[in-house]
C-alpha cells in the first residue's frame, strides 16, 4: 500500500480511540450544564453567560444550554462513526453477495431513472420523522433502526455497482475459458470473480462510508438526528438524543451570524473524519489503479 | 405490423416507469410520515393513511386538493405556488447549465491527469457534502465582512435573492461529477483500440482527439444529464433550507407541518409534483443541449 493509506488509517484509528475511550476522558458529564455561572474578577463576581467561548474550563467553549462541547464531542464520536461503519457494512455485504449473483447475467436497462427526481435524503426524512421526533423508542433500538434504513435506502446502488463490475469480468476469455473446462457458476463467481473484485470492493466499501456519513449529515440539516430528536414546544426547541457529530453542526448552524466560533469544533471534527476516510480510499483506489490499470494511447 | 406493436409496447413501458411510477411513489412518500409513526416503545403502521391518494384525485375535480393552510393564509396551487417554483428554477436551471458547460471542457483538460495529486484534491471537494461547503461558504463571507468591513455576498435571503454564494455552492458538485465523469471516460477510450488504430494510421494527435475521442464522450455525457439533474435537485433542498431562499423546497420543508392542522399531505404532494416537474425539466434542457452541441459538432 502507499503513504495516503497509512496516513489515513492512522488517523482513523485515532479517531477510533476517541470514539471508544473519549467519554472516560470527558471533562464533564454529557448531562451537565452550565447556562450561567459566576466568576470573581477583581474580588468582585462576575456573570458569564452560554454559550461561553473556548476558555480554561471549557476548552472547545459551551453550546447555547451551557454544554460542554468536548463532552458532547467526546460523546457523540461513536455514533457518528459507528452509524458510517455499520450502514457501509449493511450495504456492501448483501450488495456483493446480490451483485455478483445478478452480475452473472447481462445487467437490464436502468427504468426507474425517474424515481431519482427526489433526493433519498428527502425519502429518509419522510420515513424517519414518525419515528425520531419525541420518539418512545429507546436511543440505541432507534439508532439501529434508522442505520438500517439509511443503509437499505442505499443497497440498490452497490448491488448495480458491483452487477456492472461482475458483468465486465464475465465477460473476460478467462472467464469463457473456465467455463469451457466445465466450472460451474457458483465456481466462477467464487473462485474467479470475487478475487477480482477484491479492490473494487474495498473501494465501494470506503465510498459507502463517505456517502452515509454525508447522508447523516443531510438528514440532522433537517433536524432528523441519529438516536432521536428531542423537540420542545415551549419554548420551541430542539436537541440530538446521542449528541453524534452532524446533529451538533446542524444545531449550532442557527448561530453561524452571531457566534461563527461554535461551529469551528464541530465541523473540524467531521472534517478529520472525511480527510481520514478519503485518505483510504484514494490509497486503495492508487494501489490497484497502478495494478490493473491500462495504458492510454493519447 | 410487429414495428407498430413494438412502438405502442415501447410508448406504454416509456409512460409508466417515467410518468406513472413516479407518480405512485410521489403518494407512497407524502403518505410515508402518516404511516409510520412510533407509540409504546414500537415502530406502528397505520396502512389505512395510504387511501388518502385517493383522496388527493377525487379532490381535483372539486378543487379541495389544491387549497391549503399555510399559517393564517389560504393557499392555491397554481396561484401561490408558482413564483416559488419559479426562484427554484432559476438556481437548478443556471447550476446544472454550468455544471454540464463547465464540467466537461474541464473533464476533457485533465483526463491526462486522473491520478495527480490536484486531481485527489478536487476528488476530495467532491466528497465534501453540500450542507458542509454552504456553511463553509458562509462562515467565509462573514469572516471576510469582520476583516474588511465590505460585504462580500449575501449569506441568506432577505429582500431580495442571494446569488453568488448559493450558485458556487450548487454549481460546484455538478461540476466536479461532470469532469470526473468526463475524465474517467476520456481515459478509458483514450486506451481503446480505435484510438491506437487512428494513431497508426497517422492522424495527429489533436484530431484524434476532437474527432474520435470527443464524439465518443457525448452518448455517456447524455445519459449523465439524468444524474446531474438529481444531483442539482439535492443541492436545491439543501441549499434553499441554508440560504433560507423562498423556493418550492423550503416551502415544502416549512410548512408542510404547519397550519394548524397537522400534516398536510394535499400540499406535500404537490409540492413533490413541482418538484418532479422540475426534475423533468432540468433533465430534458441538460440533454436537448448535449444533443444540440452533438448536432452542432457535424458542421465544425
Redesign the interface.
Given at each position: 500500500m502507499n503513504r495516503?493509506f497509512y496516513i489515513g488509517l492512522v488517523l482513523l484509528f485515532l479517531l477510533v480511540m476517541t470514539a471508544l475511550f473519549g467519554p472516560r476522558f470527558a471533562p464533564f458529564d454529557p448531562g451537565y450544564s452550565e447556562s450561567v455561572r459566576t466568576v470573581v474578577v477583581d474580588g468582585e463576581n462576575e456573570y458569564i453567560f452560554a454559550p461561553e467561548p473556548p476558555s480554561s474550563r471549557h476548552p472547545f467553549g459551551t453550546d447555547i444550554y451551557g454544554y460542554d462541547f468536548l463532552t458532547i464531542i467526546l460523546y457523540g464520536a461513536k455514533y457518528t462513526l459507528g452509524a458510517c461503519f455499520l450502514i457501509a457494512l449493511l450495504r456492501i455485504v448483501p450488495g456483493l453477495i446480490w451483485g455478483i449473483g445478478a452480475g452473472m447475467k447481462k445487467p437490464s436497462s436502468r427504468?426507474?431513472?425517474?424515481?431519482?427526481?427526489?433526493?433519498?435524503?428527502?425519502?429518509l426524512a419522510?420515513?424517519l420523522?414518525?419515528?425520531t421526533f419525541n420518539?418512545?423508542?429507546?436511543t440505541v433500538?432507534l439508532f439501529f433502526?434508522q442505520t438500517a434504513l439509511i443503509a437499505l435506502i442505499g443497497l440498490p446502488g452497490v448491488i448495480t455497482s458491483i452487477q456492472d463490475k461482475t458483468w465486465l469480468q464475465n465477460r473476460e476469455p478467462y472467464i469463457e475459458a473456465a467455463r469451457s473446462c466445465g466450472a460451474g457458476p457458483f465456481r466462477i463467481a467464487w473462485r474467479h470473480i470475487f478475487p477480482h473484485l477484491r479492490g473494487a470492493t474495498f473501494t465501494i466499501f470506503m465510498t459507502e462510508v463517505?456517502s452515509s456519513?454525508?447522508l447523516i449529515?443531510?438528514l440532522a440539516?433537517?433536524s432528523i438526528f441519529l438516536g432521536g430528536t428531542i423537540a420542545t414546544q415551549s419554548p420551541p426547541l430542539l436537541h440530538s438524543a446521542t449528541n453524534e457529530w452532524m446533529g451538533i453542526?446542524a444545531l449550532t448552524?442557527t448561530s453561524?451570524?452571531s457566534r461563527?466560533w461554535m461551529?469551528f469544533i464541530p465541523?473540524t471534527a467531521?472534517?478529520l473524519i472525511?480527510?481520514s476516510f478519503?485518505l483510504i480510499l484514494?490509497g486503495i483506489e492508487?494501489h490497484y489503479?497502478k495494478k490493473y490499470g491500462?495504458?492510454?494511447?493519447? | 405490423m410487429n414495428k407498430r406493436i413494438g412502438i405502442r409496447d415501447g410508448f406504454l413501458k416509456f409512460f409508466f416507469y417515467n410518468f406513472l411510477f413516479p407518480l405512485f411513489f410521489i403518494f407512497l412518500l407524502a403518505s410515508v410520515p402518516l404511516i409510520i409513526g412510533n407509540s409504546d416503545g414500537q415502530v406502528r403502521f397505520r396502512l389505512l393513511y395510504l387511501l388518502l391518494a385517493k383522496d388527493y384525485i377525487t379532490g381535483l375535480f372539486n378543487g379541495s386538493s389544491l387549497s391549503f393552510n399555510v399559517g393564517q393564509f389560504q393557499w392555491y396551487a397554481f396561484r401561490e405556488l408558482p413564483p416559488y417554483f419559479a426562484v427554484t428554477l432559476f438556481y437548478t436551471g443556471i447550476s446544472s447549465a454550468i455544471g454540464i458547460l463547465l464540467g466537461f471542457p474541464l473533464g476533457l483538460l485533465r483526463y491526462k491527469k486522473i491520478n495527480s495529486l490536484s486531481q485527489n484534491i478536487l476528488s476530495f471537494i467532491g466528497s465534501i457534502p453540500d450542507f458542509f461547503i454552504i456553511l463553509l461558504l458562509q462562515l467565509g463571507a462573514i469572516y471576510f465582512m469582520k476583516l474588511t468591513g465590505k460585504r462580500l455576498a449575501k449569506i441568506s435571503m432577505t429582500s431580495d435573492l442571494p446569488i453568488l454564494l448559493p450558485l458556487i455552492a450548487m454549481s460546484l458538485f455538478p461540476v466536479l461529477y461532470v469532469a470526473r465523469q468526463t475524465s474517467r471516460a476520456a481515459h478509458e477510450v483514450s486506451c481503446r483500440d480505435f484510438i491506437q488504430f487512428a494513431r497508426a494510421k497517422g492522424i495527429s494527435r489533436r484530431r484524434t482527439f476532437f474527432l474520435h475521442l470527443v464524439p465518443a464522450l457525448l452518448p455517456g455525457l447524455s445519459a449523465d444529464t439524468a444524474k446531474v439533474a438529481m444531483l442539482v435537485l439535492a443541492n436545491v433542498f439543501i441549499a434553499e433550507n441554508l440560504f433560507l431562499i423562498q423556493g418550492i423546497t423550503h416551502v415544502m420543508v416549512n410548512f408542510s407541518f404547519s397550519g394548524g392542522g397537522g400534516y398536510q399531505f394535499d400540499f406535500v404532494v404537490t409540492c413533490l409534483l413541482y418538484i418532479f416537474a422540475l426534475y423533468l425539466i432540468i433533465s430534458t434542457a441538460l440533454r436537448l443541449l448535449v444533443h444540440g452541441a452533438a448536432f452542432l459538432r457535424r458542421y465544425i
Open positions: 495516503e427504468k426507474m431513472e425517474s424515481a431519482g427526481a427526489i433526493p433519498s435524503f428527502i425519502i419522510f420515513i420523522s414518525g419515528m420518539t418512545t423508542m429507546g433500538k433502526i463517505i456519513l454525508n449529515g443531510q440539516i433537517f453542526i448552524r453561524i451570524n461563527p461551529l465541523m467531521y472534517l472525511l480527510v478519503n484514494h492508487k489503479g491500462k495504458t492510454p494511447f493519447l | -
